[in-house]
């Protein structure tokens, strides 16, 4: 088991370009997670998906932010017009999903985003 | 919202000791919490989770919860220079929302 994979590792991109961040989860979850990480504000949730449908995006920025699970096996979390405050470690996290009860969330290395 | 606070915000302590992290929570109704461990570079993995009042045990690890203060803590007997990393306490909210909402961590070094 690979674990929850995340690509790329680190991205640097340039004020005003777009960022594609990738992430496979687990085989056999079926709830993905996309959080943030800085220094500043620590780790924040963004969105989520069950069955590839997306359930809560209460965390995403409005504007330029998008997120899709177009399969089982991969999610993308898309940023327009990026900015400096944009940059940050983005993490996905991958779950079993049954009922009402809680599992663990796995979580992928990251991708470091860097805008310049 | 939900809001998750922890204390120290770092910690020195020497090989062998006892780590006890401390974690206040804000809505009673919090299904679940959880303490996730991470370390440079790397994701964040969960060591214990806890649901119900009172305490659960696994190996060196030992969480209490207490729901009538809103207060979690953990603590690690026997800590080792591996320990060393940042802990971050983590409330799953109620029923069908899965999302979980961190405090800012507690950075633990082990010195050996």
């Known amino acids: 088991n690979a674990g929850v994979i995340q690509t790329p590792r680190h991205k640097v991109t340039g004020k005003g370009q777009e960022a594609t961040l990738w992430c496979e989860p687990i085989s056999g979850h079926s709830a993905v997670f996309w959080y943030r990480q800085t220094i500043v504000q620590g780790l924040e949730f963004l969105t989520y998906?069950?069955?590839?449908?997306?359930?809560?995006d209460s965390g995403m920025p409005k504007e330029r932010f998008s997120a899709q699970m177009p399969n089982q096996s991969h999610s993308t979390l898309k940023i327009q017009s990026t900015q400096p405050q944009d940059s940050a470690v983005y993490l996905c996290?991958?779950?079993?999903?049954?009922?009402?009860?809680?599992?663990?969330?796995?979580f992928g290395p990251g991708t470091r985003l860097t805008v310049l | 919202q939900e809001k998750v606070q922890q204390s120290p915000e770092s910690l020195i302590v020497p090989e062998g000791a006892m780590v006890s992290l401390n974690c206040s929570f804000s809505d009673s109704a919090s299904q679940s919490i959880w303490w996730y461990q991470q370390h440079p570079g790397k994701g964040p993995k969960a060591l214990i989770s806890i649901f119900s009042n009172g305490n659960k045990k696994e190996g060196r690890l030992t969480v209490y919860l207490n729901r009538a203060s809103l207060h979690v803590s953990l603590h690690i007997k026997d800590s080792q220079p591996s320990d060393s990393a940042v802990y971050l306490c983590a409330v799953m909210n109620t029923e069908g929302a899965d999302r979980l909402t961190f405090g800012k961590g507690t950075q633990l070094i082990i010195q050996p």
């Open positions: 998906f069950r069955n590839q449908a997306p359930i809560d």
């Open positions: 996290a991958s779950s079993f999903h049954w009922g009402a009860a809680s599992y663990e969330q796995y």
